[in-house]
């Protein structure tokens, strides 16, 4: 049997798509940049530092894992899975 661990890191917990001027809060565990974007702000509780991803451009494809709990998008879109 999986772990519940493996079972949310494959997207099977579900998440929420965000697309320009869209927010969310709640628990998330890893954001994938569909197009690229620009975050107006983003909260985690694990990761020192998470202020320097926001206003910078982040291109396509890339994955970001962690503890979130606030993501908003200035531009672009990105997939927010749930933890």
């Known amino acids: 049997m999986s772990s519940p661990v ?3 890191l494959q ?3 579900g998440g929420v798509i965000l697309q320009a001027t869209e927010s969310a809060t709640g628990n ?3 954001i ?3 197009n690229d ?3 107006t702000d983003l909260d985690s509780t694990n990761l020192d530092n998470i202020g320097s991803l926001v ?3 982040i291109p396509a494809g890339v994955g970001i894992g962690g503890r979130f709990t ?3 998008v200035d531009t672009g879109v ?3 899975y749930y933890a």
């Open 11 to 13: 997207g099977q917990g």
């Open 70 to 72: 606030s993501v908003i």
């Open 6 to 8: 493996s079972y949310d």
């Open 55 to 57: 206003g910078i451009t």
């Open 78 to 80: 990105v997939i927010a």
């Open 28 to 30: 998330f565990r890893w």
């Open 37 to 39: 974007c620009v975050l």
């Open 32 to 34: 994938q940049v569909v």
